[in-house]
């Protein structure tokens, strides 16, 4: 029996039960009537208190059952519940590993950046290069205001906060290591083009003019 008629049932019982109980109270009215009278009972009180006992019986049984089948949803219910945070755990974690291993290489990466700057930054300068993004990297007191300013840059604002790091400007001035360099890399190729347009053959002196021009332009437009 499934709980809807089980749920059946009962009503079923406790309605012939206030039957039989009305019953049962006639029969002793009129039991004890006989007794006073001096008259044979007749067995139908037996019989019905009988009956009354048995349905009271079923009537328990059909509780227990209900009862039983509520707990084993409410069990159901909450395995359910556990599973699924479970499941969603496990995507965290997932998610949390690849942040671990993300601010693991950051960490990895950073450390092997600023030493190439340190190391070769001097090739750079020496070449007349627009070094001023390097210089927030490696003169900066070893304070790491340019990797803020590049998370800023690549990532915003939620992580700078989740890291509890502070940088003045940080969201003016937000510019990624790799817009840094680039800008390094731009300043040699005006460079480059400058030396070349003093070259003694018009042609390709006429060609870097030309392609500086428009560098110039691009800049200022930027």
């Known amino acids: 029996m499934d709980?809807?008629?089980?749920?059946?049932?009962?009503?079923?019982?406790?309605?012939e039960r206030a039957t039989v109980e009305e019953a049962?109270?006639?029969?002793?009215?009129?039991?004890r009537q006989a007794?006073?009278?001096?008259?044979?009972?007749?067995?139908?009180?037996?019989?019905?208190?009988?009956?009354l006992s048995l349905i009271d019986d079923a009537l328990a049984e059909l509780s227990d059952r209900i009862a039983t089948s509520d707990e084993t949803?409410?069990?159901?219910r909450r395995v359910a519940q556990v599973?699924?945070?479970?499941?969603?755990?496990?995507?965290?974690?997932?998610?949390?590993?690849?942040?671990?291993?993300?601010?693991?290489s950051l960490a990895t990466a950073w450390t092997a950046y600023t030493d190439a700057v340190r190391s070769t930054v001097g090739s750079a300068v020496?070449?007349?290069?627009?070094?001023?993004?390097?210089?927030?990297?490696a003169l900066n007191g070893g304070q790491a205001d340019a990797l803020v300013k590049a998370m800023v840059a690549s990532s915003g604002m939620d992580l700078v906060?989740?890291?509890g790091v502070s940088t003045a400007n940080r969201v003016a001035h937000g510019v990624s290591?790799?817009?840094?360099?680039?800008?390094?890399?731009?300043?040699?190729?005006?460079?480059l083009l400058r030396v070349r347009a003093t070259s003694p053959m018009p042609n390709i002196a006429r060609d870097a003019k030309q392609q500086l021009e428009q560098m110039e332009r691009e800049g200022t437009q930027a």
Do not use: F, N, W
């Not at 949803?73 to 159901?76: G, H, I, P, Y």
């Open 3 to 15: 709980r809807k008629q089980i749920e059946a049932r009962i009503a079923e019982l406790r309605a």
């Open 24 to 31: 049962l109270a006639g029969a002793r009215v009129a039991a």
């Open 35 to 51: 007794l006073i009278d001096g008259t044979k009972p007749t067995q139908r009180t037996a019989e019905l208190a009988e009956r």
């Open 73 to 76: 949803e409410q069990r159901k």
């Open 83 to 104: 599973e699924r945070a479970q499941h969603l755990t496990s995507e965290r974690r997932e998610l949390a590993a690849r942040v671990d291993h993300a601010l693991a």
């Open 126 to 137: 020496a070449a007349g290069a627009d070094t001023v993004p390097l210089a927030r990297v």
């Open 161 to 163: 906060r989740a890291l």
């Open 177 to 191: 290591l790799a817009a840094g360099e680039e800008r390094v890399l731009r300043s040699l190729d005006m460079e």
